[in-house]
Nanobody, 121 residues
Framework: QVQLVESGGGLVQAGGSLRLSCAAS????????MGWFRQAPGKEREFVAS???????????DYADSVKGRFTISRDNAKNTVYLQMNSLKPEDTAIYYC???WGNGAYAYWGQGTQVTVSS
């Protein structure tokens, strides 16, 4: 069982930045693939970014096209925390952002409660 708690959401003007954090429980964090998803009002939840464990200390990041070049995902295994640095925010980035985790290529099995991000124009 993995428990995830997001923080860092808020209200920001277009062009601004926010950093989301997701703290995970458990001692196997370093082997988890961690992802960020978002859900805007009236829309389905969509993938934002992931940082994937490939073995040892090697990870690779993946991003949705809509956030490439603006968002950066990172992790601190010593703190069991994954981050999402969001720059050049746009009103269309407004959504509830969720952190999730999975083992290998399995489905994302564990989800946080979400944190609201609102970008004003």
């Amino acid at each position: 069982q993995v428990q995830l708690v997001e923080s860092g959401g808020g209200l920001v003007q277009a062009g601004g930045s926010l950093r989301l954090s997701c703290a995970a429980s458990g001692s196997t964090f370093s082997r988890l693939t961690m992802g960020w998803f978002r859900q805007a009002p009236g829309k389905e939840r969509e993938f934002v970014a992931s940082i994937n464990w490939t073995g040892g200390t090697v990870y690779y990041a993946d991003y949705a096209d809509s956030v490439k070049g603006r968002f950066t995902i990172s992790r601190d295994n010593a703190k069991n925390t994954v981050y999402l640095q969001m720059n050049s925010l746009k009103p269309e980035d407004t959504a509830i952002y969720y952190c999730a985790s999975r083992w290998g290529n399995g489905a994302y099995a564990y989800w946080g409660q979400g944190t609201q991000v609102t970008v004003s124009s």
